[in-house]
């Protein structure tokens, strides 16, 4: 999980260096301010696609790992609830022989 936090966080970084660079290149451009203003429309639309492109695969993948992770877990814990499901049965068998012995044990010394 931290590698996906610091490559989003780099992500970011570099499409934020990107588009502060754009904007200041063409911002000192020399082209009209419609045609200046039309790039920087289509510019931030393409880079905005981009960063939903981006957010839409990681988000996919963690829903990924999320989904793995989960099942994991519950796979640990069925499992774990059968095991003590056994040893119960086990411990209770164990216990009863035990509580016989004893009463048995206590009937001969009376």
């Known amino acids: 999980m931290a590698k996906n936090k610091n ?17 200041l ?3 000192y451009a020399p ?3 419609k045609k200046t203003r039309k790039k920087l429309r ?5 880079l905005r696609d981009e960063a939903m492109d981006k957010y839409d ?6 829903k990924e790992q999320y989904g793995s992770v989960a099942s994991k877990a519950k796979e640990t814990f ?3 609830k059968k095991g003590f ?3 119960k049965s086990q411990f209770s068998e164990a216990a009863k022989d035990v509580a ?11």
């Open 78 to 80: 069925d499992n774990v």
């Open 85 to 87: 499901g056994k040893y």
């Open 31 to 33: 082209e009209e301010g």
């Open 57 to 62: 695969d990681v988000s996919e993948k963690l």
């Open 100 to 110: 016989e012995d004893v009463e048995t044990e206590l009937d001969d010394l009376r």
């Open 42 to 46: 289509k510019k931030a639309n393409d």
């Open 25 to 27: 290149g063409m911002l």
């Open 7 to 23: 490559s989003a966080g780099i992500l970011a970084g570099l499409l934020a260096g990107a588009a502060a660079g754009l904007v």
